[in-house]
């Protein structure tokens, strides 16, 4: 059994700390000072993702991603999640389910989002959707060999630059048929309702859309008239993985930045890291590291290897959920270390305090993943989770 990780990931990771240090860390103030960047950073910004090969991580090289497995793409996104202010989403991830479009689709659709020439959001909640989908109101109706859509979508993260929408509606108002449709933005009937403001400073906004009987071809519909949920399942697995190491990667950068100034900042003529209460809190934030990392590079690598897809499904919930709420209790350790200076929002662990709070709650609740775990248990025991295989 060897757990090495391979020279040619080492140096892939630290592309990516290089990348999300140089690139990333010094737009930080100025997207939380002024609440957004200004385009022509934006613009800068993409260019620099791709010079760097950041962009479509997640995808084929023949479709003009950087063909990295999930274990390469967990290094990355590690790296990347150090970085406060969503910075890590300017290193677009096209949704996973355009790999299942058409020949058409995949030209017009994910080859020139993998490229950064066009950029995609997914949206799925809704007012009265959220944790159960099955409540979605955003109908397609079938007419003359067309669908009409109509509806409203709720935080369409990266709304505001994608150039078109991967919307989840229920074909005829049937909840049965949940079914994807590629939604070009600029088609009569879409508008933007409102551009809420969140806790955190994103690189990107999370508008509200409406939809009022915008008429698709049968070509804009994405695998299945009722496949929806199977595409948008394979999507979670990946967003959960995802999320997993941006937030291992936070609670990294707070750890450090913590320990540092306990090293240096004296109280009562000593190290502040020289009291117990202190020292201990670093400890259980390097113990809480060190566990959420190891799980979370081993499911990337099961999956790699071929794990049963039931499984992969089992196991991102239990990584998703262990690796957001450990972040938010080392970045809440490694605020009380820092004081008051942890409470200034130009102290990078203040912002990702608040940053990190969303990931107990999107692409899935902390709640809903223990529903899936407990659901798993329920049917196949605690093997997934108790056992190695
Ligand atoms: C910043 C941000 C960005 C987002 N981006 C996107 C996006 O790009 N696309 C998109 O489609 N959505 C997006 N979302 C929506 C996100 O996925 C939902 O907020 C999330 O799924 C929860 O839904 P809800 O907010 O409606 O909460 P609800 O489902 O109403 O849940 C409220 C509370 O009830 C609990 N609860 C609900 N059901 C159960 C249950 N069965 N058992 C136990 N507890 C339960 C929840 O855990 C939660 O604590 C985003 C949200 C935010 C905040």
Known sequence: MDLTIPKPDLELKARARRFAETVLFPLEEELELNGHLPDATKAKLKQAVVDHGFNAINHAREHGGQGLSIFQQTLVNEELGKATGGLWAAAWHPAVALKHGTAEQIRDYLVPSCQGRRRSAFAITEEGAGSDPRRVRTRADRRD?????????????????????IVHAHVDGDPDKPTL????KDLPGISVKRIPKFMHNYVFEHPEFVFENVALGEDKVLGRVGGGFELTKDWFVEARLQIAANCLGAAIRAAEVANKYAAERVQFDRPIRDFQAIEFMIADMAVEIMAAKSVIYRVAWEIDQGLDRKLVHARASAVKL???EMAGRVVDRALQVLGGRGYMRENPVERLYRDIRVDRIWEGTSEIQRAIIGGQIKKRGLGPYVDWA
């Open 322 to 324: 262990y690796a957001s």
């Open 145 to 165: 060999g067309r669908y009409y859509l109509s509806g409203e979508k709720w935080f369409v993260t990266s709304g505001d630059v994608a150039d078109y929408l």
């Open 181 to 184: 449709f590629l939604v070009d």
